[in-house]
């Protein structure tokens, strides 16, 4: 079973901005719902982004007017642009296909570690 694959984090100032981006092979991408968590030391998996199969996007409250998440089903990858990070935005992040029935299409992959600080 195809994995998603994350990457593009990295280390920034506050203030700054990354892009992630979350890619897979296969031809399925464009059906799926897709969100990105993330989780922080100690902390519980957290919902960040979602996008659905038409492109309508949703958003937790503290990335709201920060975060962008978007997606090429040409490429099958599914981005997150984060601008304005904050230092509580430290995380390793990971994407997944939400199961209508419960739970995650994949297992989740390695994520990709997001550190904002001076």
Known sequence: QAQFVESGGGLVQPGGS????????GSSFSRYAM??????????RE???SITTGSNTNY???VKGRFIIS??????TLYLQMNSLKPEDTAVYYCNAPNPWGGFLR??????????SS
């Open 35 to 44: 969100q990105w968590y993330r989780q922080a030391p100690g902390k519980q």
């Open 107 to 116: 297992s989740w992959g390695q994520g990709t570690q997001v550190t904002v």
């Open 60 to 62: 937790a409250d503290s």
């Open 71 to 76: 997606r090429d089903n040409s490429e099958n």
């Open 18 to 25: 990354l892009r992630l981006s979350c890619a897979t092979s």
């Open 47 to 49: 919902l960040v982004a």
